[in-house]
């Protein structure tokens, strides 16, 4: 199996979006940080930006059970405990290139408590659960958090070996409408804008 999980060309597009949430407030977090590949990325763009904090939330046991969401044809691929790292090992590569440490939270999404183990406020989330449940789990999660003009980007959107990923993406927009959806590469980007404004337009 490949260790890079997203594409050069994807985590170009996942910097550029990053970048243009600078000017909010808010720290930046990852769902599903693997082995941190593209963690160290993001970590270097905000290098010029210490006040904001990177943070890293995985398992670290690897992928969870797929649901019917999850299954598709084109898969078979993907199994429980797969993409299963040690949390040192992300821990020791952002050592390795002189990155501020990053806060790295060992648990199941489900598990997390919004109020202690999240920021208070995110202008930038990357979801990489690969399963519905991750997924949808994570935008339970962020979506209150996210500033207005925050940015989500969900990998995986036009991945037909990963269903789930866009089922849990256009079931959030369906249920949010201040959520503005633009899709680039395989990529869903999501933009929160405030809902007074949609009101009146
Ligand atoms: C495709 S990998 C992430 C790749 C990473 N974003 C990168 O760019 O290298 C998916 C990760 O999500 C984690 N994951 C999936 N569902 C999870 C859940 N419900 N709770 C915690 N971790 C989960 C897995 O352990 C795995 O490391």
Redesign the pocket.
């Known amino acids: 199996m490949k260790d890079?999980?997203?594409s050069t060309r994807e985590t170009d597009i996942i910097i550029r979006e990053l970048e243009q949430t600078f000017v909010l407030d808010g720290d930046v977090v990852?769902?599903?940080?693997?082995?941190?590949?593209?963690?160290v990325l993001l970590a270097e763009a905000l290098k010029q930006h210490p006040q904001k904090w990177l943070w890293l939330?995985?398992?670290?046991?690897?992928?969870?059970e797929k649901t019917a969401e999850d299954s598709s044809a084109a898969g078979w691929r993907f199994k429980k405990g797969e993409?299963?790292?040690d949390a040192e090992t992300v821990a020791h590569k952002f050592r390795k290139l002189q990155l501020p440490d990053p806060v790295i939270k060992k648990?199941?999404?489900?598990d997390l408590d919004a109020d202690n183990d999240l920021p208070s406020q995110i202008c930038f989330a990357?979801l990489?659960?690969?399963?519905y449940?991750?997924i949808k789990?994570s935008f339970a999660l962020v979506a209150p958090k996210l500033v207005d003009y925050g940015v989500i980007v969900v990998?995986d959107y036009r991945n037909q070996e990963l269903p789930g990923s866009a089922r849990a993406v256009n079931e959030f927009l369906e249920a949010h409408s201040n959520y503005k959806l633009r899709l680039s590469s395989g990529l869903a980007i999501i933009e929160k804008h405030p809902l007074n404004v949609e009101a009146q337009g």
């Open positions: 890079l999980q997203i990852e769902f599903g940080c693997y082995a941190g590949d593209t963690s939330y995985d398992s670290f046991e690897g992928l969870p993409l299963k790292v648990a199941w999404f489900q990357l990489d659960g690969d399963f449940e991750s789990t990998h």
